[in-house]
């Protein structure tokens, strides 16, 4: 069957009409109708959000190395008031609070930033992030209010002086600062706030404010920032405990709002009068909140897997999506107040209960710097518009002519496609969370070329239930042309292009001069291609290979371990597999390494205790239990050795409503039971003590949205524990 699309032309694009952008001494940045721009270049930057403030500071480096290993090349992080100002006039920027560190840290690694400097922010932080001592004033904030103006002025330069130096116009990686967050329907005020960051020296080329809401678009100041936008594979904010309705964000649809995002706090209008209607054809089309993964409520718990993350991703890039925004790339750990908690929590007026410690959100990285399976198949995609986004990013969709059957339509299959009118990529997806898409064959597409248009491939593609990817027709390689693939494109690097080949498709080149060739996957899968004095090396890797390639700092590598590199330091680590080799393409072929560490073999003794730990901080409450039956064990932490390895994730298997592990009494780590096994850095737990008690509440029958089958119970299965072994390697020999 032939597949069309939809003839659209994009809006025209606009310059110029928009009160962003910027220069310093070395780089220019700006933004057009369709893209941002880099020194007059289409400029397609990879955003992760990180927050340091919940993460350690001994690790903060490692981390970004590994963000930007995964292809990130855009840090976005949350500025949060509450931890820099608990205590009115008493400033906190030490510690796991040093900003100024942090972003320091970043420009190191080579990377960009966008501070998220609120004032509000809510990521699920108490108060969404106002201090306790703010919501007490008589002001009302979130507005332009002269007494709430006052503080957030004071507070503003505070960060002023930390961030001196490290702003975009003095050279320095912060090239967007975002104002607000989920503030739909008062653009006076985002106006004020950009104006009172500009009069206070917090100057950015980019300003960015969150684009969603129920309606048509939140209310923005339409020339002073940049809308950005998001999309999640579930909504553990929603009020109800069912499973949810299949997920418009896995069809390929021009619409860029979403109306659930932030629909547990924002406010619905009761009528379309007078309400703010964005004009999106001013704006290219950039996120911020993409999941890739989901925090879990009290109420509601999905588990959300690597395709769903990545599929999710990938169609947002097939819909026009510019800049790539993940909310959460890294999790991370909430710290404890001097005098609460810091959770979003019912008793602080928000609408869900949170863990009071874990900030996880199943992101590509965990909460423990552990990598999840999301970061392989994303990273996948980064590679991809990393080596091409320039191209990409000029590419305008257009959208398949056949409709769809409603959110329930599991037959149809979904496609789109980015052109110039002469070249493009076509993006399928047959993925859908929660649903089982029916497998097509003899799939081909009409595509427009500069004389008409094209059917490939010519023989008909079978495309798998459950696949999704992207396939380059009329690829310009550096003066050879590819008419097509099908096998996704990876990466370039000189004259040397990497593909993936899909799972159930043969791998197929076929060239301008109607040469083929068809290709077994793998690491010595390389072959060359000749025209008129240019050449080209074409390598192919199964899916898990692709995983696994890793590009850090203009060298490409592969192992099956996880990879990150800092200068001529490359560092191998892998959790529960002692096996570090990898290999470098030296330009012709994957140079082996071998290197194995030393395997060790630890166990954690545990034993029943009786319950004895503190379940409330001050007035508030750590164990958010529904029963009174609890039970508690002790875990001998202190004969394991992870010799000179990074750390050991210690494994909780058990059944239960909230776990939670206290060490010297201290609330350090919790988990809210979802279905699936619960990790915890050794290293973590270390830094608060030995003496380790794990409390466990019993789950009862009331009304919580579990995936997993088993839903009731209190039981304690097993512990065990996993090394991740790690290991340095001076590779200044191979640049």
């Excluded at 004071?154 to 104002?179: H, M, N, V």
């Excluded at 409330?616 to 875990?635: M, V």
Aim: hydrophobic share 35%.
């Amino acid at each position: 069957m032939i597949y069309q699309f939809k003839n659209e032309q994009p809006p025209k694009q606009l310059r110029g009409h928009l009160n962003l952008g910027g220069s310093n001494d070395n780089t220019t940045i700006d933004v057009n109708s369709h893209y941002l721009e880099k020194n007059g270049e289409c400029w397609v930057p990879i955003m992760g959000e990180i927050h340091y403030s919940r993460v350690s500071r001994d690790t903060w480096k490692e981390e970004l190395l590994k963000m930007k290993a995964g292809g990130i090349t855009l840090i976005a992080t949350y500025v949060f008031w509450i931890f820099h100002e608990e205590e009115e006039g008493h400033y906190n920027f030490t510690g796991d609070y040093d900003l100024r560190h942090f972003i320091t840290l970043i420009q190191e690694c080579g990377l960009d930033v966008v501070v998220r400097i609120g004032p509000w922010c809510h990521a699920e932080l108490r108060n969404g992030g106002f201090p306790d001592w703010l919501l007490s004033k008589d002001c009302a904030t979130r507005t332009d209010d002269a007494e709430y103006l006052q503080y957030v002025t004071r507070y503003w330069r505070q960060l002023k002086e930390q961030l001196s130096g490290l702003l975009f116009e003095d050279g320095g990686p912060i090239c967007a600062i975002q104002l607000e967050n989920e503030l739909t329907d008062n653009a006076a005020h985002i106006k004020t706030l950009k104006e009172l960051a500009l009069e206070i020296g917090l100057t950015a080329p980019l300003y960015t404010a969150t684009g969603w809401n129920a309606t048509y678009g939140a209310a923005i100041p339409e020339y002073d920032v940049l809308p950005v936008f998001g999309g999640y594979a579930d909504a553990p904010w929603e009020d109800h405990t069912e499973q949810l309705e299949p997920v418009s964000h896995y069809f390929f649809l021009p619409a860029r709002n979403d109306h659930s995002i932030g629909k547990d706090l924002i406010i619905a209008k009761d009528t379309d009068d007078d309400v703010f209607q964005m004009k999106y054809e001013m704006y290219p089309f950039a996120t911020c909140e993409i999941g890739a993964g989901i925090q879990v409520t009290h109420h509601r718990r999905p588990v959300v897997t690597a395709d769903d993350a990545a599929s999710l991703a990938m169609v947002k890039i097939g819909c026009g999506n510019n800049l790539p925004g993940y909310y959460m790339y890294h999790g991370g750990t909430n710290p404890i107040g001097k005098k609460h908690t810091m959770q979003e929590s019912k008793a602080t007026g928000y609408p869900n209960d949170l863990p009071v410690r874990s900030y996880d959100f199943q992101g590509p990285i965990g909460e423990f710097g552990q990598i999840n399976p999301q970061y392989g198949k994303l990273k996948i995609q980064h590679h991809f518009l990393n080596a091409f986004g320039a191209t990409v990013g000029k590419m305008y969709p257009q959208f398949q002519s056949s409709e769809h059957d409603g959110r329930y339509d599991t037959r149809t299959l979904r496609y789109a496609l980015r052109t110039n009118g002469e070249s493009g990529f076509v993006f399928v997806n047959n993925y859908q969370r929660h649903s089982s898409l029916s497998a097509h064959t003899d799939v081909q597409f009409e595509v427009p070329e500069a004389n008409g248009t094209k059917i490939f491939p010519s023989e008909g593609l079978n495309v798998p239930a459950g696949s999704y990817f992207i396939l380059p027709y009329n690829l310009d390689l550096d003066g050879i042309t590819l008419s097509y693939a099908t096998s996704q494109l990876l990466f370039k690097q000189k004259n040397t292009v990497f593909f993936m080949a899909l799972e159930g498709i043969e791998a197929n080149y076929v060239w301008d001069d109607g040469t083929e060739h068809k290709v077994q996957a793998g690491l010595g899968s390389c072959f060359e291609v000749y025209k008129e004095g240019i050449s080209i090396k074409v390598v192919t890797l199964t899916q898990q290979q692709a995983e696994h390639l890793y590009v850090l700092d203009g060298d490409i590598f592969f192992s099956n371990a996880d990879l990150f590199r800092d200068d001529t330091e490359l560092t191998a680590y892998r959790k529960g597999n002692n096996d570090l080799c990898w290999a470098w393409w030296n330009g012709t072929s994957f140079t082996h390494h071998e290197f194995h560490k030393a395997a060790l073999v630890n166990d954690i003794l545990v034993l029943e205790v009786a319950t004895n730990v503190p379940h409330t901080f001050g007035s508030e409450e750590l164990l958010l239990s529904k029963t009174d039956d609890i039970k508690t064990w002790s875990l001998d932490i202190n004969s394991i050795d992870v010799a000179d390895n990074t750390d050991a994730l210690v494994h909780i298997n058990y059944v239960g409503d909230i776990a939670q592990l206290y060490v010297d009494d201290v609330l350090v780590a919790d988990d809210f039971y979802k279905g699936i096994p619960w990790e915890v850095s050794l290293k973590h737990i270390r830094k608060f003590g030995n003496d380790v008690k794990l409390v466990i509440s019993r789950k009862t029958e009331d009304n919580i949205y579990i995936e997993n089958e088993v839903r009731t119970g209190l039981e304690l299965k097993n512990i065990t524990l996993d090394i991740v072994y790690s290991h340095k390697f001076d590779i200044s020999h191979i640049s």
